[in-house]
């Protein structure tokens, strides 16, 4: 996303802030927005206010890395989430947030690594939430509302597993990942 920002806009310092800095303040609004509905009007502000002056969502604002784009991303799953969670008792199919769950699980497994565990956890609890109400129908459409994204992030992460994660890191380990039960002695040797 990144190198594509670069191409089309520009090779400025800030055009490549620009990604951690609107996720942070999607991070912002987002939690405030899922505040309200879990706490209220006055539990929203005080934790706008808190996101507004955490050091580390400031920090992550203006560095050159994923965090706060990342967070932005799994409170987005979540608000997508409940929404068609929310939804699915209704007319499921012919659901506006059934298509929204599709379109932004779909989109986050390729903009962001870390939304694969984020969409595998959401669907998780969702279709257990289904399965609580012994709604196994709207479990089942919840689960397969979920199997695009969760066929694409299959596919990206065993596509990204056939590179070495560094150049040369094969050297250290076969596959590129550390053996199982590799400990600290292993790495550093």
Known sequence: MEKTLLE???SDDRVIRLPACLGALAVLGLGAFIARRAIGRAGAVAVAA?????PSLLVYAGELMQHA??????LALLV???WAHSA???EPLRSRASLVWIAVTGV???????ATL?????????????AMRRAWGDAGLQAALSAPAGLTAAFLVSWRHLFSFYP???????????PEGAGPAEIVA
């Not at 784009?69 to 799994?74: D, G, I, N």
């Not at 986050?108 to 870390?114: D, E, G, R």
């Not at 050297?171 to 990942?177: C, P």
């Open 88 to 90: 699915i008792p209704g």
């Open 8 to 10: 089309v806009v520009g």
């Open 80 to 82: 997508a989430g409940a």
């Open 50 to 54: 808190l996101l507004a002056v955490s």
């Open 108 to 114: 986050a497994v390729f903009v962001s690594y870390s």
């Open 168 to 178: 040369d890191q094969a050297d250290y380990f076969d596959y590129g990942t550390a």
């Open 69 to 74: 784009f990342e967070a932005a991303v799994a």
């Open 118 to 130: 984020v969409t595998a956890a959401v669907t998780v609890a969702l279709v257990g939430l289904h």
